[in-house]
């Protein structure tokens, strides 16, 4: 059973920055792309980042520009840089696997908050 356990959210001003942290609690990230999620209050969980097992990454476009997906294989962990934040990326902040082969079920965490308010 894998464990991903997110940290690194908080509550920041408009135009502040947060890094994000994944630890998988075993190295996946040699099978399986690996995605950065968001769910905003009264919203569907989306997908906001991806990096593949290759190292390419792929962001959604409200987010092109301003966060960056990176990985450090020996330390089975995965972060998101988020600069210049916008209140409406406020959202519980997931990673899972990405697609085709995920989200897996199981291995959903807690999640970090992010709040992004004045």
């Known amino acids: 059973q894998v464990q991903l356990v997110e940290s690194g959210g908080g509550l920041v001003h408009p135009g502040g920055s947060l890094r994000l942290s994944c630890a998988a609690s075993?190295?996946?990230?040699?099978?399986?792309?690996m995605g950065w999620y968001r769910q905003a209050l009264g919203k569907q969980r989306e997908l906001v980042a991806g990096?593949?097992?290759?190292?390419?990454?792929n962001y959604q476009e409200s987010v092109q520009g301003r966060f960056t997906l990176s990985r450090d294989s020996a330390k089975n962990t995965v972060y998101l840089q988020m600069n210049n934040l916008k209140p409406e990326d406020t959202a519980v902040y997931y990673c899972?696997?990405?697609?085709?082969?995920?989200?897996?079920?199981?291995?959903w965490g807690q999640g970090t908050q992010v709040t992004v308010s004045s």
């Open positions: 899972n696997v990405a697609p085709p082969d995920g989200p897996i079920y199981a291995y």
């Open positions: 990096i593949t097992s290759g190292g390419d990454t």
């Open positions: 075993r190295d996946i990230f040699r099978f399986y792309a």
